[in-house]
């Protein structure tokens, strides 16, 4: 059954739950409102929210759950002679049978073993579907009836509603810190795993990075190379450069949309500035591949430079434009926060406008600014596209931008690209760099937070 259904249904539960809440305590109350502790909607809402909790909680675990059910089902349904013994086999059998099922695979050689299961996980699958649609209606029904039940004028609906909202509140709360910190476990103890294979050590200083591991040990690469510098170096030398770019026009632009432009010009010129944040990094990379970086290899040629045809400088210019609404923002607000006083101070001394924005607005507004420079040097160390369309994959060590490099997050994308065996050092090999990555931008952050709390000016 489409899940759609589950969610249509127990929605118009709670409708009905509702109206039907709302409309029990006040023909309790004989229509008057005033006899009645709360607003007739918190005791309808209160009857919803008792049907949609626990519709949704059975929902949600048929979409985490109902498909290792079923899986489960068909492989312990499966004659003994066709059962996998490994893990690896298991899913491969899951896959065919997947497959078959779905309509995506439908050769005449396929096992008739596959096809007898592909016909049982269908069977199978539209009846864990039916069970949770019945499972779902049913809790939902009870929590409305509920609901419905205890819609009395003397019933403190408002105060049991904010409750049950404050409970939903925490539990996504929860959701998002367990979220995260899955996702450092995570990275952890891929990363443990790899460091088992080769030394920290290694890793962190070592200048040869070459991932590609054989399969077996009389192949010629059966051992790579896992010195991770040259990825430091390629990441730092494109941040630079984008800094480059991106901190002294996204500065100067907040201090002229700030200071010197006016309300029309100010309400017509910053939306189009930050269109600039919601282009796709793909489409930045296509521009800095097809345009930013054969101008900078024909411009190199006509002044006797060599310039590869995949470079630090072409990503680094681009990443920088991409980067200039989020240091043009962070600045334009750091600025703002200076009080008008300040500034009509100084110029009631004589000074200057170039003079009161040197003296007076930037070194009050310095830690915001700094603040929205560690960010956006976060933001530069973590893209991923624009570096692999025009900085290449070439892992050299080198500190000349017209060269081919490339950076943490680019081979992260390489080494997880297709279908993978994640009990290589190759493989595990991207998460060790994923958390070397998640604590440097980390850091930043942190770095950046600290500044702005400790350096800030509070005005009256």
């Known amino acids: 059954m489409d899940a759609s259904i589950i969610i249509l249904t127990v929605l118009a539960l709670a409708a009905f739950s509702y109206f039907f809440g709302r409309r029990r305590v006040l023909a309790a109350a004989g229509g008057n409102i005033r006899a ?62 997947h497959n078959y099922a779905s309509g995506d695979v439908m050769r005449a050689d396929t096992d008739e073993t596959v096809k007898a299961a592909a016909t049982h996980y269908n069977s199978l699958t539209r009846q864990v579907s039916l069970g949770a649609f019945v499972l779902a209606a049913l809790f939902a029904a009870l929590g409305g009836l509920r609901g419905y039940q205890v819609a009395r004028p003397d019933f403190r609906a408002r105060n049991k509603l904010e409750r049950l909202v404050l409970f939903i509140l925490i539990g996504c709360s929860a959701i998002a810190i367990v979220t995260t910190l899955g996702i450092v476990l995570s990275l952890l103890f891929e990363s443990l795993r790899f460091f088992s294979k080769v030394s920290i050590f290694e890793f962190l200083f070592g200048i040869h990075w070459s991932p590609q591991t054989a399969l077996r040990a009389d192949q010629v690469g059966s051992s790579g190379a896992f010195g991770a510098v040259p990825l430091f170096t390629g990441t730092l030398l494109i941040s630079f450069v984008a800094m480059l770019v991106a901190v002294p026009l996204g500065l100067m632009a907040a201090i002229y949309m700030t200071q010197y432009a006016d309300d029309r010009l100010r309400k017509i010129a910053k939306p189009l500035l930050e269109i600039l944040a919601g282009v796709p990094t793909v489409v930045y990379g296509f521009f800095a591949a097809l345009t930013v970086g054969p101008f900078i290899r024909e411009f190199g040629a006509t002044v006797g430079l060599s310039v590869a045809s995949e470079s630090a400088l072409a990503a680094g210019l681009v990443m920088g434009i991409m980067i200039i609404p989020l240091m043009s923002s962070l600045s334009d607000d750091a600025i703002t926060a200076v009080p008008q006083a300040m500034k009509d101070g100084s110029l009631a001394l004589g000074a200057t406008e170039s003079e009161t924005i040197r003296r007076v607005l930037i070194p009050a507004a310095l830690p915001g600014i700094v603040g929205a420079f560690l960010l956006s040097v976060s933001r530069a160390i973590g893209e991923t596209m624009i570096v692999v369309m025009a900085a290449g994959l070439a892992a050299n060590l080198t500190a000349n931008p017209l060269e081919a490099v490339t950076t943490v997050t680019a081979q992260i994308v390489a080494l997880l690209k297709g279908d993978q065996e994640f009990d290589s050092a190759k493989t595990l090999s991207a998460f060790a760099l994923g958390l070397v990555l998640f604590v440097a931008t980390l850091l930043l952050n942190v770095l950046a937070l600290r500044t702005v709390r400790k350096y800030r000016e509070a005005y009256e």
């Not at 499966?78 to 491969?92: F, H, M, N, V, Y």
């Open 36 to 97: 009645i502790h709360s607003m007739p909607g918190s005791y309808g809402w209160y009857a919803a929210t008792l049907t949609i909790l626990p519709g949704a909680l059975v929902f949600v675990l048929w979409l985490m759950f109902g498909g290792w059910v079923v899986d489960s089902m068909v492989l312990a349904d499966l004659p003994q002679a066709s059962k996998p013994g490994t893990d690896i086999e298991r899913r491969l059998l899951l896959n065919d049978i």
